[in-house]
């Protein structure tokens, strides 16, 4: 199959990066009470809603935080009680907020949760006989699963079906799907965009998949490997079984991942992500030098492992000059991942900078990345109101040009900081645009080769294609649209 896609017709279609889990109990034991710590250990990858689902039943699913619904843990333990489950957090960058977009879904008997964009739904709707495809009227999750569950009957087993589906699908995606045959699935794209860990707990022999060791981890398992990119692991009666649907060797493992988007204590690709971070501020510190500064503070909170090692290797003073405030409503959600720019002025206002810390300092602020801007220059603003000398600012991440079809909220050039209708201007050009924007005396962003070198992976098995426009790994060809276009707002 040609794998070279116009985009004028798939940009109208929900994406997501979220999390995903399926737990299967050799001895029987009621794994709900896991998956709910599981899913909340989770909580960072999506805070939008959440959801579960056991054999022959509807799945469940709830707006908001998994811990909004803490005095319903017991009764949905008693109800759902099973010994295999898959369950959701969701992240949505496209398609309203609601309760018909929450996951798993269910098509006839197979249920579905997934982490990750299909970037040609509209063909693969147009495969199972769907209509135009829009992101009121479908989701890319529902037509995968759909054409999925078609090519099951077809070919009568999971591997053979993905075999196929492969070929015909293009983004990224790890799905984790259970049968009313009392069957856990999950299975890695062959690119390995979105990251995904298989877990077990000897206590009561179980195993658990997982997008992260985190939620491993919180459920008292121990991890033992990365799932391959390509390879469908099934969990049933018979134990753990597993094969490889797809052999491709190229890897597109996302970047953003390692800044931002996992939980520190996560281990990804053999990589812990803290560690990495940190490394990352070393080698920022190397490429941005700054010599006559005082005081290295972090934007709360992914960038606190870079701006400690970049404070390290400088021999420069660390310290907490930013603080969220944790019993504000908004206060200790992420904002990058709220869906609404309301609500990211909202968590952005209640970063509180310490006067005590900052006032006639010259500061380093890192951050993990600079997107829209908007909370940088609301940063950058406290930081002059509490009396900063001098502030330059260095993110761990490159420049963000393009938007991203694997599944980070990219969606949209016009809203990114470094757009510009001058299509031809340097890297440098853009640097001193964001940075007159936001309002810094100094802003130094991180390249891709730097930031693969300190996270120990080949630049060329990472993806980086919304800072540099190449979307080979994905095998498309970008059509870009507005964001109200996008959303059909």
């Not at 030098?289 to 290797?313: F, M, T, W």
Request: proline content about 4%; aromatic content about 8%.
């Amino acid at each position: 199959m040609d794998n070279t896609h116009s985009m004028d017709c798939i940009d109208d279609r929900p994406k997501e990066n979220c999390g995903v889990i399926g737990i299967f109990s050799l001895d029987g034991t009621n794994v709900i009470p896991m998956a709910i710590d599981a899913l909340r250990a989770l909580q960072h990858r999506g805070q939008e809603a959440w959801g579960l689902a056991i054999p022959n039943k509807i799945p469940l699913k709830k707006l908001g935080l998994v811990s909004s619904a803490s005095s319903e843990f017991k009764a949905i333990s008693d109800e759902y009680a099973s010994s295999s489950v898959i369950g959701h957090v969701r992240y949505s960058t496209m398609g309203r907020s609601s309760l018909e977009n929450a996951q798993p879904l269910k098509v006839k008997d197979l249920c579905v949760a997934h982490n990750g964009t299909i970037a040609n739904a509209q063909e693969l709707s147009n495969l199972v006989g769907g209509c135009s495809f829009t992101p009121q009227s479908a989701s890319d999750t529902l037509v995968a699963a759909q054409r999925l569950v078609s090519l099951i009957s077809d070919n009568g087993e999971m591997g053979k079906a993905l075999s196929v589906l492969k070929n015909e699908m293009v983004g990224s995606y790890c799905f984790t799907f259970i049968s009313d045959d009392d069957s856990v699935y999950a299975a890695r794209d062959p690119k390995g965009f979105r990251p995904m860990v298989l877990g077990h707990k000897e206590s009561d022999n179980t195993y658990i998949v997982a997008s992260e060791s985190s939620a491993v981890s919180a459920v008292g398992a121990k991890m033992q490997r990365n799932v391959k990119p390509g390879e469908l692991i099934h969990l049933s009666k018979k134990g753990l079984e597993t094969e490889m649907f797809s052999d491709a060797p190229e890897r597109a493992h996302c970047s953003f991942e390692f800044t931002y988007f996992a939980h520190p204590s996560s281990n990804m690709e053999g990589t812990n992500i803290y560690v990495a971070r940190k490394n990352i501020g070393r080698f920022l510190a190397k490429k941005f030098p700054i010599k006559d500064a005082d005081l290295v503070i972090p934007v709360p909170d992914s960038a606190r492992p870079a701006a400690l090692g970049y404070a390290q290797e400088l021999g420069v003073s660390f310290d907490e000059g930013l603080l969220k405030d944790r019993y504000s409503k908004k206060g200790p959600l992420r904002s990058f991942i709220e869906p609404h720019q309301s609500d990211r002025v909202e968590i952005n206002r209640w970063i509180i900078p310490i006067r005590e810390i900052i006032e006639g300092q010259h500061v380093v602020v890192i951050d993990d990345s600079l997107v829209r801007g908007t909370s940088s220059k609301a940063i950058i603003k406290a930081l002059r109101r509490a009396g900063a000398r001098k502030i330059s600012m260095v993110i761990t991440y490159p420049q963000i040009k393009y938007p991203c079809y694997a599944g980070i909220d990219f969606p949209s050039q016009e809203e990114l900081a470094t757009f510009s209708e001058n299509k031809n201007m340097t890297e440098e050009e853009t640097t001193e645009m964001v940075r007159k924007s936001i309002g810094a005396d100094f802003l130094g962003y991180n390249d891709a080769e730097n930031l693969a070198a300190a996270v120990g992976i080949g630049k060329d098995s990472m993806c980086f294609t919304c800072a540099s426009g190449d979307y080979g790994s994905l095998g498309i060809t970008p059509e870009f649209k507005s964001r109200e276009e996008i959303k059909g707002e």
